[in-house]
């Protein structure tokens, strides 16, 4: 029998220390009236209020993310002042007292009011701040960041994450996301921060006007080495903030027949048509594909709310349509960038993936005569991967083509260039699908997949790892596999075998265990792709299922 939950003192009284030193009155009120349920003895409001006093949030792959609400352990302002204190006070540690810090929002539930009170506190603080004009996609606060020299920059987003979520995402005096031990030094500065209700708060931060976003439009319209422009655009900003940067991003660069979902353009924190607005996610790109059938595209382009990924859809041969995985987009635009690059600018070109990605970027790589590097999860590590640093991408729909001014994933450049791409094979009477193919007869027919296990217990997965790593198998889809344990430096579990890999993970963002698979089966001239398609295909079926019965037998202990 389950053992009722029960309101303990210790519970109680951290709770009504964080209300009396909340900053905000109508968290305060939130707050208060869970409480009053939970004292009452209502045992959902004791579960609520153990799990919203569980915080703090902590910095994960892309910096804060949680449900907005009240307590330590949600996105609310008294969250965002002492997040924002302690990064004040990291930065004056660092140096860089009275620097310029650049602060951005998406348009979210609170992300206004988050921004603004972010702001106040580092103009308290004596910073130099600039507040971008109004709710713009994370690539151009991440492009502000580097064109005005600023030492940390704050952009108030939850991506992609469902409509209940917000975030803080954080960059460095290099223009890119934190990492360790940066993350570990902002959490104990913030621990130290007194109460929000005494964090100083002042006005005078200087709004930025739309230069910055023209400044950006211009560099980004520069991107494509191509000479064709006929194309016809099917794109969706999901909700977010990203259609009328992308609109404009796409006109400036010369592509102009361009149609938006118009369900989906206006910015919206409720997001009516997904509940959870990523494009990898089944059936949120249904009426992308619809409207590029509609109006006869050439391409179709769905960005996430906060425009950092791009999702690309093509049709095939019979006109049907499907949205291509984040490794097909990432190898394409890999071997796009480097066939057009002047070496005489870049004589040593890098490019870079991660440990989940595909393995053909390698490849393409060394047919370029380019260096490549594999990184951790994340883009603060990509961004991070070297010098001569040319493209980057990850699997999850991380695009980075221009890291000479965009140190980050780029959804709105990566469009420009995935359209400059489709309208240069256009022009040869070619698609993207045949682009893949060429890839596949030269290195290789590399098929990739995802599977996610969904929990509602954090717990559950760190004891699925630990079950993992005590006994891992040492046989996958009929070949022998090794184990590699990422431990101490990442929470992953990667399995190697001939042509089939599995790298298993906690996600950084969701509260999910991933499994990224990939296989790989070499093309021959004699026999065509065909053949090796339909092996890679019965292997990675195989694989999948082998995988998912492993994270079933290891959830059932």
Same mark, same amino acid.
């Given at each position: ?28 009120? !939130? ?21 919203? &006093? ?14 907005? /609400? ?23 540690? *660092? ?13 979210? %539930? ?36 580097? %064109? ?8 108030? $987003? ?33 621990? @130290? ?24 439009? #211009? ?12 194309? /016809? ?28 979902? =118009? ?30 059938? !509609? ?19 093509? @049709?095939?041969? %019979? ?14 635009? +890999? ?21 989940? #990605?595909? #393995? &053909?970027?390698? +490849?393409?790589?060394?047919? *370029?005569?380019? /260096?490549?590097?594999?990184?951790? $999860? ?50 040869? +009477? ?12 030269? *290195?290789?027919? %590399?098929?990739?997949?995802?599977? #996610? ?12 790892? =630990? ?21 101490? !430096? ?7 075998? $001939? ?8 996600? +950084? ?5 991933? @499994? ?25 079926? $195989? ?15």
């Amino acid at each position: 029998m389950t053992t009722p939950a029960r309101l303990t003192p210790e519970l109680r009284d951290s709770a009504f220390r964080w209300i009396a030193d909340d900053a905000d009155p109508e968290a305060r009120t !939130e707050l208060q009236a869970v409480l009053a349920r939970a004292m009452g003895g209502e045992e959902a409001a004791v579960a609520e209020l153990t799990d919203r &006093m569980a915080g703090p949030l902590e910095f994960g792959t892309a910096g804060l993310r949680g449900p907005v /609400r009240a307590g330590p352990n949600g996105m609310n302002l008294a969250v965002v002042i002492r997040t924002t204190a302690g990064v004040a006070a990291w930065l004056d540690r *660092h140096g860089h007292t009275g620097a310029t810090v650049v602060v951005g929002r998406d348009a979210r %539930h609170g992300s206004e009011a988050f921004a603004a009170a972010a702001a106040d506190v580092l103009t308290a603080a004596g910073f130099d701040v600039r507040v971008l004009p109004r709710p713009l996609p994370t690539p151009v606060l991440a492009f502000a960041a580097r %064109h005005f020299g600023a030492a940390a920059a704050i952009q108030i $987003t939850a991506s992609h994450n469902p409509p209940a979520d917000n975030g803080y995402k954080l960059y460095d005096d290099t223009a890119v996301q934190i990492v360790p031990p940066a993350d570990g030094e902002i959490e104990a500065a913030i621990e @130290a921060v007194p109460a929000a209700v005494s964090v100083p708060r002042a006005p005078g931060a200087t709004p930025l006007g739309e230069d910055v976003v023209r400044a950006y439009l #211009s560099r980004v319209a520069a991107l494509p080495a191509g000479q064709h422009r006929d194309l /016809r655009v099917a794109a969706t900003a999901l909700h977010g903030v990203g259609a009328d940067v992308l609109r404009a991003a796409l006109h400036e660069a010369g592509f102009t027949d361009v149609h938006l979902v =118009a369900e989906q353009a206006a910015p919206d924190p409720d997001f009516p048509t997904v509940s959870f607005p990523n494009p990898e996610e089944p059936g949120v790109t249904d009426l992308l594909l619809a409207l590029a059938v !509609e109006v006869a595209a050439d391409i179709a382009i769905a960005l996430d709310p906060d425009a950092d990924r791009c999702a690309l859809g093509v @049709a095939d041969a %019979h006109g049907a349509w499907r949205m291509l995985r984040g490794d097909e987009s990432g190898v394409l635009l +890999g071997e796009h960038i480097l066939s057009t690059l002047d070496k005489t600018v870049v004589p040593d070109p890098l490019v870079a993936t991660t440990i989940v #990605s595909s #393995s &053909m970027l390698a +490849g393409i790589a060394r047919a *370029h005569g380019a /260096r490549f590097a594999q990184t951790l $999860t994340g883009f603060k590590w990509l961004a991070r991967a070297g010098t001569g640093l040319v493209f980057a991408y990850e699997e999850a729909l991380g695009l980075c083509v221009n890291p000479g001014f965009v140190r980050d994933k780029d959804g709105i450049a990566a469009a420009v260039l995935a359209c400059d791409l489709a309208a240069t094979l256009k022009a040869q +009477g070619q698609s993207l699908l045949d682009a893949l193919d060429t890839l596949a007869a030269r *290195h290789g027919v %590399h098929l990739t997949d995802q599977i #996610s296990l969904r929990v509602t217990d954090l717990d559950r997965i760190g004891r699925l790892m =630990a079950e993992l790593r005590a006994a891992p198998p040492t046989e996958l889809a009929g070949q022998p596999v090794t184990s590699e344990d990422l431990l101490p !430096e990442a929470d992953v579990l990667r399995l190697n075998g $001939t042509g089939a890999r599995v790298v298993i993970r906690p996600s +950084g963002t969701e509260p999910k265990l991933k @499994a990224y698979l990939e296989v790989t089966e070499p093309a021959t001239a004699e026999t065509g792709l065909a053949p090796a398609r339909k092996r890679a295909n019965e292997r990675l079926t $195989t694989l999948r299922a082998e995988v998912h019965t492993l994270f079933g037998m290891h959830a059932r202990r």
